[in-house]
């Protein structure tokens, strides 16, 4: 039996493949099994589509004092802000790169722009890439460049990383620790999002604080798309979502992909490899609880992340479904959280 066929909301592979610091190239159709995907491995795996993030590196994270909405003081891991002048040559030349490598290999990976190209490469097993900007400050805060960006392929984007920017303020990296800490979106952020509307663009709230997730929701026409979180009453992480804001997602008919990654996914928070796959489906479990399974999917984090040592790599993708089947997920809810959730929300985002 072929494996069941999975979009994936998040990885990190063209930041590995093609680094934006510098101008070296891999592919991902031969990669000689290094990192989480490649060709090869992804069809043995099932993974047919993801969401292939273009995300610029700054400095080290650094340990800092921060303050909390609720006045808790704590150390966080924290990131200094990334300027334009750096970060849009550097996302350019990752998609000089990203273009060679479609053009080489027109049969076997495609960029996708459009749910009906999505489906025509789910059907006729072509690896379809849809290309995300996770953090945008390769962007102009007026937003003159975002149509030129739309017309090379975007589809989605996250307007920070875990650090500020013009737009929003990303949340720093702790545990345990709420999501809520500083301000929501700037009036370039509240732009951002309108204007993602009008063109047709996915808006990801992975990484954003809790006040400029609000204000995203409160703004936004589109269903509220978290790509790679978890729940936060499961791992007590500042980057996973607290209950009310997985309420917010599915009253817009959005959508969370459960992220893997050991640190944001075990109850103790930490970065151990030796962790079992049931962590993520106890992530996954309590989502379709909290919304329904119409609300979940799967964000890997693959490329971006310490996976859990029996996943491996994206040709473990079936381990992680015979354990869901193994917890009672049927057919079709496995179905829906693979793919037909995602397919739903893109219909009702891109246009
Ligand atoms: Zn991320």
Aim: hydrophobic residues 40%; negative net charge; glycine residues 10%.
């Amino acid at each position: 039996m072929p494996p069941l066929q999975i979009l994936d909301g998040h990885n990190d592979t063209l930041t590995r493949i093609f680094p934006p610091a510098d101008d070296t190239s891999a592919s991902i159709v031969d990669r000689d099994g290094d990192g989480h995907i490649d060709l090869v491995r992804a069809r043995r795996g099932g993974l047919g589509a993801g969401f292939y993030a273009i995300f610029i590196p700054g400095g080290e994270v650094e340990s800092r004092p921060i303050t909390a909405n609720d006045g808790t003081h704590l150390e966080a891991g924290c990131s200094d802000v990334v300027l334009r002048t750096q970060a849009r040559p550097m996302t350019d030349s990752v998609l000089d790169r990203m273009d060679a490598m479609l053009e080489q290999h027109p049969d076997e990976i495609r960029l996708v722009r459009t749910v009906d190209e999505l489906r025509y490469c789910l059907d006729h097993d072509v690896m379809a890439l849809i290309l995300h900007y996770e953090g945008v400050e390769m962007l102009e805060p007026s937003l003159t460049d975002l149509e030129a960006d739309y017309a090379r392929g975007l589809r989605s984007l996250g307007p920070v990383w875990s650090r500020s920017n013009a737009f929003a303020h990303g949340v720093p990296f702790a545990f345990p620790c709420t999501p809520d800490i500083g301000p929501g979106l700037t009036e370039a952020g509240t732009d951002l999002v309108r204007r993602c509307n009008d063109l047709g663009i996915m808006l990801d709230v992975s990484h954003l604080n809790y006040r400029g997730f609000m204000d995203l929701a409160e703004t936004t026409t589109a269903p509220v798309v978290a790509t790679h979180c978890g729940a936060h009453a499961v791992c007590a992480s500042s980057r996973n979502l607290l209950d009310d804001q997985f309420d917010v997602i599915r009253d817009t008919g959005g959508i969370v992909g459960a992220n893997f990654h050991v640190g944001f996914t075990r109850p103790d928070g930490q970065r151990d490899a030796n962790t079992p796959l049931d962590v993520v489906a106890d992530h996954l479990d309590y989502m379709v609880d909290r919304m329904g399974i119409e609300h979940v999917a799967l964000g890997s984090d693959f490329d971006g992340a310490t996976m859990p040592a029996p996943l491996g790599d994206c040709a473990g993708l079936p381990k992680l479904i015979d354990v869901l089947r193994g917890r009672g997920w049927s057919d079709e809810a496995l179905r829906a959280m693979a793919v037909d959730n995602w397919l739903r929300v893109l219909d009702a985002t891109w246009h």
